[in-house]
């Protein structure tokens, strides 16, 4: 049996690329993207684009990037951008779209991350000349910071409905599109159509090592386009990284629900100790987790966990993240839940 230690449930972009996806980059066919001659990043663009329901999309070298190209190509400086007040794009990009794109974000608190259409129709703005236009709204699907919440299709519908009139632009921050495609059981582009733009990563729970994409119309990938290079994202024989993210598109995609089954199972074997609380439903591939009543903190926790080869990320003094993936098999789960749960004395 293989040595399924350390367990890793930091984060899905701890995944290594697989032989085959080695082979794969190790083979692929490259020439100047700059130039756009890479044969093989023109491929995944195209396959990206067909699986989105898009236009069109642009390979970037990471999701930041992808969503800072997006906000850049679809806003004029001055304008505001509501968002989920635990968005990614908020906590942790480097409050780049203030710096890139002169952006002033309003956050509004969501359901597990989730936005509803009527708190944001009663939230843009616009018209007299003492208000900063409202033109852009994000929705992070699945939501990282709550714990892989996924949208509902319907509610997806209706901000995207609202959105129209009001000239809104309406933007995916969907880095884990895939998984919540996989949750509701559905193809990526029923989600992807109540967007005009949606960015996804290949190097989360897909397992690629580099790469994002975005996606949208014709025009709004030309204007991403030149984004791409003004941020310093042209690159060159770029096709060795697409053959990677082409790999995890074709392979990794519906293997998601073996992750989303690993957190779930993972969650019922931590329930069983009331000592530890979970934010539910689990629906995708992260938990999160509150301790409650006689434990060790949740940092304390961690570091004892990683000394029996188990490793994940404290969030504060009593909450810890646990996140399932491509290289955690599903005999690491119940070692993993043990090691937790016998390290939660003080
Ligand atoms: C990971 C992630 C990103 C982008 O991250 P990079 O590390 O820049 O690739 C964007 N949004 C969400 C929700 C993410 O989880």
Redesign the pocket.
């Known amino acids: 049996m293989s040595n399924i230690f350390p367990i890793d449930l930091r984060s899905d972009?701890v995944t290594k690329p697989t032989v085959a996806m080695r082979k794969a980059m190790a083979n692929a066919e490259v020439g100047d993207d700059v130039f756009g001659e890479d044969p093989t990043a023109n491929r995944l663009q195209e396959r990206v684009a067909e699986i989105l329901g898009k236009e069109a999309a642009l390979f970037v070298p990471?999701?930041?990037?992808?969503?800072q190209i997006c906000l850049a190509a679809q806003t004029r400086p001055g304008d505001e951008v509501l968002l989920d007040e635990n968005?990614?794009?908020f906590n942790?990009?480097g409050g780049a779209p203030a710096l890139l794109a002169g952006l002033q974000l309003r956050t509004l608190p969501g359901d597990r991350g989730r936005l509803k259409a009527d708190q944001i129709a009663n939230a843009v703005r616009g018209g007299a000349s003492h208000l900063p236009p409202t033109t852009l709204v994000t929705v992070?699907n699945?939501?990282?910071?709550a714990g892989g919440s996924v949208y509902d299709l319907g509610e997806l519908q209706r901000i995207y409905e609202i959105a129209q009139p009001k000239h809104l632009i309406v933007h995916m921050?969907g880095?884990?599109l895939w998984n919540a495609a996989v949750a509701l059981g559905c193809p990526e582009a029923n989600i992807a159509r109540f967007t005009d733009s949606v960015?996804v990563?290949f190097?989360?729970g897909l397992g690629a090592p580099v790469g994002?994409a975005v996606a949208g119309s014709r025009d709004f990938i030309k204007r991403a386009h030149r984004f791409r290079k003004l941020f310093g994202g042209g690159a060159r024989q770029v096709g060795i990284l697409a053959a990677g993210a082409l790999h995890a598109l074709e392979n990794h995609r519906a293997r998601l629900a073996d992750d989303h089954a690993h957190a779930r199972i993972l969650t019922e074997l931590l329930l069983q100790n009331n000592r530890i609380q979970i934010d539910l439903p689990v629906e995708t591939n992260i938990i999160m987790a509150t301790l409650t009543g006689e434990t060790v903190s949740a940092p304390e926790l961690v570091t004892h966990c990683a000394r029996d080869g188990v490793l994940f990320f404290p969030e504060g003094q009593h909450r810890f993240r646990l996140v399932t993936h491509l290289d955690v098999p599903a005999e690491a789960i119940e070692p993993a839940a043990k090691i937790i749960l016998k390290n939660l004395a003080q």
């Open positions: 972009t990471s999701g930041t990037m992808g969503n968005a990614h794009i942790y990009e992070e699945t939501h990282n910071r921050d880095a884990r960015s990563c190097s989360k994002s």
